[in-house]
Structure formats: structure tokens, C-alpha cells
């Protein structure tokens, strides 16, 4: 079983959130795209070299975390700049051909959808797996997930969800604030993949 975890990746916060509920999901045995965690590939091992040589990263570091990580973190926290350190830039192109592999290869979508309003890169990427579901039988489902309590005390009235994108969700799966609804149906969908072959 595959799945994409859609959801914004701008905050650390969300980063962590999408993170430990990844973590869950491979702890139960399902293959999980997050699209954050594919910058990392982006740094070549010459950027650790670089950060060291420029003192941002010390040798003893490298004991107790992989040096791409560290790498990562000091562009993402704004202490360094990529391309000071070798590392491509993030192009559209390159973004879509990355994220699109992992959407085409996914038979589910978890989506975070916390915020005011659905992130549109997620919205998006629910629309693309949902076009794929209508004539990929091995795309079982989209489900939303949700932690903003602005959202749960709705959730009698579609959480407040953008109605198109919640009827898009709701035609082939559901949304909750239960994570464990969540790990229980993709369980569920890898058996019947699993039958399938």
C-alpha cells in the first residue's frame, strides 16, 4: 500500500505533524510519500563537505545525525542558502516531477487540511489523484485529515471545508480528525489491493 501524505510543508509545525503521523502509517507497514521529506535528495554529499568547510556544521554533529539532514536544516531554518552550498535550486519543474511521481505512484491520499482554508497545493493534488481514481482501479480512496479545532467543531457541517473540495474527498473517502479511522481504512485498502493481485 501507497500513500501520499498531502499537506502544506511551510511551518515546522506541520512538518512535525505530517511526520509522526507518517511514522504511524510506516509503523503499520504502508509506504508513504511525504513531498518535504524529498528536498533532502536534492543535497549532494560535496553541500556537507561545503557546510563543514564553512563552519556551519562541525564535525562531532555528524555522530548523531546523517550530514544531509543537518544540510537541510540550516536552508530550511534560513541559515544558510542553497546555493551557497551546491544544492540545486527548487524549480516548479522540478517540484511537479517529483511530487507528480509520488501522487501517480499512490493508491491513497492522506491530506492534512488545517488552516482557514485547504492549502492549494493540496487541494491540487487531491484533484490530480482524484482525475487518476476515475480510471486507476488500483486508487482506492482520499482521506482528509484534521487537527485545527476551528475545523473540528465543525465537523457536523463538512468541517468548513471548501465545499468543492469536500465533495471531491467525500465521493471516494471521508475526512476525520481520528488519525487511527485513517491507519484502520488504509489497512483496509492494502488487504483488498492485496486480494486483488
Same mark, same amino acid.
Given at each position: ?58 564535525? /562531532? #554533529? @555528524?555522530?548523531?545525525? =546523517? ?7 540550516? $536552508?530550511?531554518? *534560513?541559515?544558510?542558502? %542553497? /546555493? #551557497? @552550498?551546491?544544492?540545486? =535550486? ?7 516531477? $517529483?511530487?507528480? *511521481?509520488?501522487?501517480? %505512484? ?92
Amino acid at each position: 500500500m501507497k500513500v501520499y501524505f498531502a499537506g502544506p510543508l511551510f511551518t515546522p509545525c506541520v512538518r512535525q505533524t505530517i511526520a509522526e503521523q507518517a511514522a504511524i502509517l510506516r509503523h503499520h507497514g504502508i509506504d508513504v510519500f511525504v513531498p518535504h521529506e524529498q528536498n533532502k535528495r536534492r543535497v549532494p554529499p560535496e553541500a556537507v563537505a561545503r557546510a563543514i568547510d564553512l563552519g556551519l556544521i562541525r564535525q /562531532e #554533529d @555528524l555522530a548523531g545525525r =546523517p550530514g544531509v539532514d543537518l544540510v537541510w536544516d540550516l $536552508v530550511r531554518n *534560513g541559515f544558510a542558502k %542553497a /546555493e #551557497d @552550498l551546491g544544492i540545486p =535550486p527548487a524549480t516548479p519543474e522540478s517540484v511537479f516531477e $517529483v511530487d507528480y *511521481g509520488g501522487l501517480s %505512484a499512490a493508491n491513497a491520499v492522506v491530506a492534512l487540511l488545517d488552516g482557514t482554508q485547504v492549502d492549494d497545493g493540496t487541494a491540487c493534488e487531491i484533484g490530480v489523484f482524484y482525475a487518476e481514481m476515475r480510471t486507476d482501479p488500483s486508487k482506492k480512496g482520499i482521506l482528509g485529515y484534521v487537527t485545527d479545532s476551528r475545523s473540528v467543531r465543525k465537523a457536523e457541517h463538512g468541517y468548513g471545508l471548501n465545499l468543492f473540495v469536500l465533495g471531491v474527498i467525500e465521493e471516494c473517502g471521508w475526512v476525520t480528525h481520528d488519525f487511527s479511522r485513517i491507519v484502520a481504512q488504509l489497512i483496509a485498502w492494502g488487504a483488498e489491493l492485496q486480494a486483488d493481485r
